[in-house]
């Protein structure tokens, strides 16, 4: 069964400081891998998204994801963070050959310091 | 606005009653999701739709919920003889079956209260 584990479930930084959210994810074969982002009182909206090629993908404002695929991670990261990032960030894992569920993880709350 | 809808926004509801949540995906988009959230976790897989048809039913689906999509648009979710354990936050997404790969759009959701 595939799996999806966020690291830390809450992360305090202050205004431009560096940002990496970490993401594991259990499933044996090819994957579509993904981080979701909600800001307070917003619906979920995908933040990037890996299908393949360049294991290195950029997103809106700013983010991006690298897919290392012998640790099984995509882990989010953002050179300088803004008060504005204040949000939940999930992470989420779909099997490639699926046209079904997507598997999230847990989330991980980031609060921004001004 | 053209993204996905639900309706209601929020549902407070007594123990053992029924509820009917909606939701209306973006236009054209074949494949219709319906996702729970409950406090500090992901969104978890409900069931999912391609046109009017339920491929594919997780067993946190007990048998006191049933979602429809009767003309592969919108689709309903009811649950019946609410539990307290049935509050969340009920999400639904949808997306194209071609050209946009598994991307799923989500609405704001409908946060159910069961007192």
């Known amino acids: 069964a595939q799996s999806v584990s966020q690291h830390n479930h809450h992360v305090i930084l202050s205004e431009a400081a560096s940002l990496e959210l970490g993401c594991n994810y259990s499933?044996?074969?090819?994957?579509?891998l993904f981080w979701y982002v909600q800001y307070p009182g917003q619906h979920l909206q995908l933040l990037l998204k890996?299908?393949?090629?360049?294991?290195l993908v950029k997103g809106i404002k700013g983010f991006e994801a690298e897919f290392i695929k012998s640790k099984f991670s995509f882990n989010l990261r953002k050179p300088s963070v803004q008060w504005s990032d204040t949000a939940e960030y999930f992470c989420a894992v779909n099997a490639y050959s699926s046209a079904s569920k997507i598997i999230f993880g847990s989330g991980t709350r980031l609060s921004i310091r001004p | 606005d053209t993204g996905v809808s639900q309706d209601p926004r929020h549902k407070i509801t007594k123990r053992g009653q029924n509820v009917t949540f909606r939701c209306d995906p973006i236009?054209?988009?074949?494949?219709l999701y319906w996702y729970r959230q409950t406090l500090g976790q992901g969104p978890e897989f409900l069931t999912y739709?391609?046109?009017?048809?339920?491929?594919?039913k997780s067993r946190l689906l007990s048998d006191r919920f049933s979602a429809e999509r009767p003309k592969g648009s919108f689709s309903t979710l009811e649950i019946q003889r609410t539990e307290q354990g049935d509050s969340a936050m009920y999400l639904c997404a949808s997306r194209a079956l071609t050209g946009t790969k598994n991307i799923q759009y989500f609405g704001a959701g409908t946060r159910l209260s069961v007192l």
């Open positions: 739709f391609q046109n009017e048809a339920q491929l594919e």
């Open positions: 499933y044996g074969g090819t994957v579509n």
């Open positions: 236009s054209e988009h074949n494949r």
């Open positions: 890996y299908f393949s090629g360049d294991p």
